[in-house]
């Protein structure tokens, strides 16, 4: 090697990008899912996730009429916790065009008062829904047989 200032200038040819990034949008429009009341949303919960053994998250995504433009399992964790990233909820909420969401997860136990880990997420997931304009209108934990409702309580 000498001590020249020399320039190399490496060109690469033949490049091409043809999709960096594909949006799709999601729609799983559950139509047997209308939501009342946190009453019948959690009643419906407890036949889906509430006898699970393992915590499954769920996100009810709601469009400006409340009419469910998706449902999905985010999440399904352990026997007493579920590793959440906000991305992956706020990712289906945005690609489905939702005004508001509903979160609920399952308590194994079938005990469903909310833990400090269950309200510091469902704060944090309101903070980044603020953020965004995707209104958080519930938190609820099912057991198999009884729910909790952040709502109905006046947690959120």
């Avoid at 999905?72 to 289906?92: C, L, M, Y």
Wanted: charged content about 20%; proline content about 2%.
């Amino acid at each position: 090697m000498n001590n020249t200032n020399e320039t190399v200038t490496t060109y690469k040819t033949n490049i091409e990008v043809k999709e960096i990034v594909s949006l799709k949008q999601v729609k799983i429009a559950r139509l047997d899912w209308i939501v009342c009341s946190s009453f019948q949303l959690a009643n419906k919960l407890i036949d889906e996730i509430g006898s699970s053994s393992q915590e499954i998250l769920m996100v009810i995504g709601l469009n400006t009429k409340n009419e469910v433009n998706f449902l999905s399992k985010v999440f399904v964790g352990g026997i007493n916790s579920a590793t959440v990233e906000p991305g992956a909820i706020f990712q289906r909420l945005l690609l489905s065009n939702c005004r508001s969401f509903i979160i609920a997860h399952n308590h194994p136990s079938g005990e469903v008062t909310p833990s400090e880990q269950d309200i510091n997420f469902t704060e944090r997931i309101k903070k980044c829904g603020k953020i965004l304009g995707i209104e958080l209108i519930d938190s609820i934990i099912v057991g198999d047989e009884y729910y909790y409702s952040m709502a109905e309580e006046k947690q959120l």
